[in-house]
């Protein structure tokens, strides 16, 4: 873990415990070696969240305009954020994915690909499905709760949760096939494990599993910052 990453890391645990008192449930189950985190996207907020949810540093993936700034893309670079080209496939970008967790590291995704303006979850994109298919690790699927209010409140004090849930192994993963269908079929598949994590699955598969669009690979979507 770099200095930076663990500075960064540490004060916004800080931040987070004094404002937001986290639960953190089913963090059992989050295997030891390399793995994809799939969650749900509600709040600018959700991905330094998950960051202090997990206990090892975790890689990013963030639109690349925001990478433009030479400052700020040295800083988000050093957090382990790779830029990617929303919109289309990026093999750039999945080649960044498939170095982290070459060298360990957990990568956070958002299947939705965007965030969620309305606090509804969305359809998955197909392209999370072909990066947890062409990666072959392990997905944990996680439910932020909690953090929607935050981005339409900045000032809200209140409780974010984590829900962590069994992992899908990769044996399963494998098992879709490697092709357009077997993405969008995967991408539904992690989508559903997110909902059974939600207050009210029922609702949120209603949202989130009907037909899906085409576009291409999902990203912490960091829009919201910049």
Known sequence: ????????????????????????????????????????????FDPPFVATVIPRQIGFLAKAELFKNPLFGKLIWALNARPIRRG??????????????KNNIPVLTFPEGTRSRTGSMQPPRPGIGMLA?????????????GSFKMSHRPFFWGRLEARIGDPI?????????????????????????????????????????KPESDKGLSAPCADEVG
């Open 1 to 44: 873990m770099s200095p930076i990453y663990w500075l960064i890391l540490t004060i916004a645990r800080a931040a987070i415990h004094l404002s937001w008192w986290p639960r953190y449930i089913g963090r059992e189950n989050l295997p030891k070696g390399p793995y994809l985190i799939c969650a749900n996207h509600r709040s600018w």
């Open 88 to 101: 289309a496939v990026d093999r750039a970008a999945v080649d960044h994915v498939i170095a982290h967790l």
């Open 133 to 145: 298919r062409l990666a072959g690790v392990p997905v944990v699927p996680i439910y932020i709760n």
């Open 169 to 209: 192994l990769a044996s399963e993963i494998l098992s879709f096939p490697d092709d357009k269908d077997g993405y969008r079929a995967l991408s539904r598949r992690i989508m559903e494990h997110i909902c059974t994590l939600s207050d009210d699955p029922e609702r949120d598969r209603k949202t989130s599993l």
